[in-house]
Structures are given as C-alpha cells and as structure tokens.
C-alpha cells in the first residue's frame, strides 16, 4: 500500500496541474507595427499632430542671425585722439565699416571708418568717447551700419543708433539693412499721380501734397512748424508714418 500511495501522488499532483492549465484562457502577444500610431509614443504623436510641416517654418529670421555671428574677430589699438576722431592701427577695415573699441570695462563704444592715414584707420566715435585711451582695443564687426527694418518697429521709439528706448525691450525680428543704400534713378521713380490727405484743411484744399512728394516747410522760429508736422502724423491718409526728430 505504501508503494501504490507513491505512485498515485504524482498521477494525482500532474493532473491537477494539466487541470488548472487548461482552465486558464489563452492570451495572445498583441502585434504592433511600428508605423502605427499606438506603438509610437504619446509626445512624438503630439509633435506630429501639432507641429506645422518643417517647409512652411519662417527661418529667415535665424539666417540672419546666424550670419551675423563674428567667425574671425580682428582687432587693433588706439594709437591717437583728437576731438571725436580716433586713430587705431593694426586693424584691417574698410571705410564705413564698423567697429568697436572698449571703452572702460563692460562698456563698447561704436565707432565708424571714415578715413585712413598712412597704416592707421581714422574712426568718428557715436556717442561718448569717456575712457577711450591710448592702447585701448579695437574690433571690426567686418560690416557697416545696419539697422533692423520690419514690423517690430511699428509704434517703437530708438535713438539715432537704432536702439530702443522706449523701455520695450530689444527689437525682436527684422532684417538688417544699410543705412546708405542707392537711390532710384530720377526716370524711375514713379510718377505723382494721387493726392495725398493730411487731414489739414489748409493743406488739402488749397496746396494739395501728392502720394511720394517732398515738401519741405520753412519758416521761423516759434511760428508752429512743429504742431502743423504732428497734425499731419496723427492725421494723415498713410498706413505709417516715420517721424524723425533731429537737431
């Protein structure tokens, strides 16, 4: 009897085992391709839904940026100072071009190329020359004056410089363009044929201005050239209006 016990327990143990496995339903191993979109993870399907298609990103704003980067800085030394004019040499530039020449510590002046003598470069400090010495460096920016032209300038105020100071922060996007650029030949530019409306009676009724014109208004002091020039800004027919103040 013994010897029928032991060999009925394991007839008995695998049975219930073959019992047990065949009570549990079969599960299968679930296909995913990998072009489908329950296999790729959520945040890429989220970029993919939400991201507008690389083509049709603006990136001339980072061309410029990236082009303005300095890939070989050239520097020279102060040598000379007279009045606004400085003298530097061991630096290679070309007139108009730009540079900047360490004032004090923290603190660039920019300066223009407006000459040369002999191997030296004749530069006309804008702004204040404070601290400008003998020995002080100077760099090249290898391009001349350029402003940022766009619409982030629309209701902007900036120095003679072009830089804000309004209290608005930088100019955020524009391209640069020079300062001094060709003008129009005299037979292409294109004819006055539309008036323009200042918003003064005066003006429109009896000395009518015309779309592209110049004008120039004289006269002397105190009598309102100033007041007639901001009731022709705020009033006249134009989509913007550039106001220089200068002098």
Same mark, same amino acid.
């Given at each position: 009897?013994?010897?029928?016990? $032991?060999?009925?327990? +394991? *007839?008995?143990?695998?049975?219930?085992?073959?019992?047990?496995?065949?009570?549990?339903?079969?599960?299968? *191993?679930?296909?995913?391709?990998?072009?489908?979109?329950?296999?790729?993870?959520?945040?890429?399907?989220?970029?993919? $839904? *939400? #991201?507008?298609?690389? /083509?049709? %990103?603006?990136l001339s704003s980072y061309v410029d940026t990236v082009r303005e980067l300095p890939t070989l800085r050239r520097v020279g030394t102060v040598v000379q100072i007279v009045g606004l004019t400085i #003298? $530097?040499?061991?630096?290679?530039?070309?007139?108009? #071009?730009?540079?900047?020449?360490? $004032?004090? +510590?923290?603190?660039?002046?920019?300066?223009?190329?407006?000459?040369?003598?002999? =191997?030296?470069?004749?530069?006309?400090a804008l702004g204040d020359a404070e601290g400008v010495k003998p020995g002080s460096e100077v760099a090249s920016s290898g391009r001349p004056f350029t402003v940022k032209v766009g619409s982030a300038l629309l /209701?902007?105020?900036? =120095?003679?410089?072009?830089?804000? %100071?309004?209290?608005?922060?930088? %100019?955020? *996007?524009?391209r640069r363009h020079g300062i001094v650029r060709e003008p129009l030949a005299p037979l292409e530019r294109r004819r006055i044929s539309e008036p323009l409306e200042t918003g003064v009676r005066a003006i429109d009724g009896f000395m009518t201005c015309g779309k592209g014109q110049r004008i120039g208004i004289v006269s002397g002091s105190g009598v309102g050239k100033s007041t007639l020039l901001g009731m022709i800004a705020r009033n006249a027919s134009s989509d913007v209006a550039v106001i220089g103040l200068i002098g």
């Amino acid at each position: 009897m013994m010897g029928g016990a $032991a060999s009925s327990s +394991p *007839t008995s143990r695998y049975s219930v085992g073959a019992a047990s496995s065949s009570a549990r339903p079969a599960r299968s *191993t679930p296909r995913f391709r990998l072009s489908s979109p329950r296999w790729r993870p959520r945040s890429l399907a989220r970029i993919a $839904a *939400t #991201e507008p298609p690389v /083509g049709s %990103i603006d990136l001339s704003s980072y061309v410029d940026t990236v082009r303005e980067l300095p890939t070989l800085r050239r520097v020279g030394t102060v040598v000379q100072i007279v009045g606004l004019t400085i #003298e $530097a040499e061991g630096i290679r530039c070309q007139l108009g #071009e730009m540079c900047q020449i360490e $004032a004090r +510590p923290g603190h660039l002046l920019s300066a223009e190329v407006v000459g040369f003598r002999k =191997d030296r470069a004749v530069l006309m400090a804008l702004g204040d020359a404070e601290g400008v010495k003998p020995g002080s460096e100077v760099a090249s920016s290898g391009r001349p004056f350029t402003v940022k032209v766009g619409s982030a300038l629309l /209701g902007r105020v900036l =120095d003679g410089m072009g830089r804000p %100071i309004d209290g608005k922060g930088p %100019i955020a *996007t524009g391209r640069r363009h020079g300062i001094v650029r060709e003008p129009l030949a005299p037979l292409e530019r294109r004819r006055i044929s539309e008036p323009l409306e200042t918003g003064v009676r005066a003006i429109d009724g009896f000395m009518t201005c015309g779309k592209g014109q110049r004008i120039g208004i004289v006269s002397g002091s105190g009598v309102g050239k100033s007041t007639l020039l901001g009731m022709i800004a705020r009033n006249a027919s134009s989509d913007v209006a550039v106001i220089g103040l200068i002098g």
